[in-house]
């Protein structure tokens, strides 16, 4: 599940776009820009299907935003043999997980701040998503396990 958010520098907004899985809550892709365009969510989804290479059929969903219904962002989908799924007008119950990940990073990290810089607002949210919220932040719908330890264990299951 895919949705974007706004993040204020002051520099001017950067626009945060994320791409969770589902399965383990893992921030599999992310990126952050000045503007909010199509290239945004396909560089995203760029990122995440080389990192995780994805099966075929995989379910994208997103909001009914203009970057996702772009014909860019389609053709990658297209390109990866994904299929993509997109919420009802009106309708913000499909997005949820992507809706919490982003209040849980305002709770935590932005707390109504502006920061200085966008290479502030960089690090400070590289630090967060891949050093704490993947590797180390408990979710209770993980049986209290970071992202990473929960894929882990699956990943040890197979092997054995």
């Not at 994904?82 to 913000?92: A, L, T």
Request: charged content about 30%; proline content about 2%.
């Amino acid at each position: 599940v895919s949705d974007i958010t706004y993040i204020a520098t002051r520099e001017g907004w950067l626009y945060l776009a994320v791409i969770v899985d589902l399965f383990s809550r893992k921030i599999v892709g992310w990126k952050l820009n000045e503007r909010m365009t199509a290239s945004l969510v396909c560089d995203t989804l760029d990122d995440a299907a080389r990192i995780r290479r994805p099966p075929r059929s995989l379910v994208f969903h997103s909001d009914r935003g203009s970057q996702y219904a772009s014909r860019a962002f389609r053709r990658r989908l297209w390109r990866d043999r994904m299929r993509q799924s997109m919420s009802r007008r009106g309708n913000c119950w499909d997005n949820a997980v992507a809706e919490s990940f982003f209040a849980t990073l305002k709770k935590e990290l932005v707390r109504n701040r502006v920061f200085a810089t966008r290479a502030q607002a960089y690090s400070e949210i590289f630090e967060y998503i891949e050093v704490f919220y993947n590797r180390q932040r408990a979710h209770s719908l993980l049986s209290y396990q970071a992202p990473d330890a929960f894929e882990d264990c699956f990943d040890k299951k197979k092997v054995a």
